[in-house]
């Protein structure tokens, strides 16, 4: 039997553990990134450029976003143990391979470039991880160009922009330890639609249509901002979500009230003058 004091003290080591866990939280992102823009809903992409609401994650929400961090440490090692030349180091910038586009506000980091000797090239490389059940399953019988939409158009970007014909998609299952290891061949066309897509999500001034009227649907019950999309909750307070603001080169916000650029530590904060954009 637990004892009932000591369970006390435990559930307080929890609670301080999923307190600090919430710190993994990164807040805003700053550009509208890649492994999101395949996302059928161009609202909840708007959304998310504009800084219209971020939901803090719990200590259990982040740790999966941390595990998947870790997880993708691990199959580099398994990769370069396998014997593969993998790289996730630019040589040019000494930093982790990226794509920058549309003046600064559209990007991603690439996983790695790998090269395959049985292709005599190198590939893109991307990690996934997946729950066992019927989502897996599907993967590993019809491939991700089929089963997972976001993640095809994020290497399909990736390829487009750093000109790789093929990726080298591996997926754990993080219930069992099976791999899912797949060679597709990449549409850079696809990569150019979603270039153009977050083009037109970064220049416009008004939210885009819903995927759906109602909130009760699928892709809508469960995102984050179906208050404010469907419920009108409002918008939360920051330069971004301000009409006033306007995204410009270098990856830098205008204040077009005061006509001047928005120093980088202002933009997160409530000013007295914002005027939703909402």
């Not at 090692?77 to 559209?106: C, R």
């Not at 922009?161 to 080298?168: A, Q």
């Amino acid at each position: 039997m637990i004892d009932p004091i000591l369970s006390v003290v435990a559930s307080n080591v929890k609670y301080k553990i999923n307190e600090f866990c919430m710190t993994f939280d990164g807040g805003f992102r700053t550009h509208l990134g890649a492994s999101i823009i395949g996302d059928k809903c161009k609202r909840k992409l708007w959304f998310t450029f504009r800084w219209i609401y971020h939901a803090i994650p719990d200590g259990k929400q982040a740790r999966i976003f941390d595990t998947g961090h870790h997880e993708e440490l691990r199959m580099i090692e398994w990769l370069k143990g396998a014997g593969y030349n993998i790289k996730t180091i630019d040589p040019k910038t000494e930093k982790q391979f990226h794509i920058s586009s549309i003046e600064g506000h559209f990007g991603g980091s690439l996983d790695g470039i790998c090269f395959i000797p049985a292709m005599c090239q190198s590939v893109l490389v991307e990690f996934k991880t997946n729950k066992t059940g019927s989502e897996f399953n599907k993967l590993v019988e019809n491939g991700v160009q089929e089963t997972k939409e976001k993640h095809w158009a994020q290497v399909c970007t990736y390829g487009f922009k750093y000109h790789l014909d093929n990726v080298l998609y591996i997926c754990k299952n993080k219930d069992n330890d099976e791999l899912h290891v797949e060679i597709a061949k990449l549409d850079h066309n696809l990569g150019q639609q979603m270039e153009n897509k977050a083009r037109e999500i970064i220049y416009s001034k008004t939210m885009p249509v819903r995927i759906s009227e109602s909130p009760a649907y699928f892709e809508c019950k469960f995102c984050e901002f179906v208050d404010v999309c469907h419920k009108f909750e409002p918008a939360m307070h920051n330069c971004r979500s301000c009409k006033q603001a306007e995204s410009v080169e270098n990856g830098e916000w205008k204040c077009n009230k005061w006509n001047a650029i928005i120093p980088k530590e202002e933009i997160v904060k409530d000013q007295a003058c914002w005027e939703s954009i909402i």
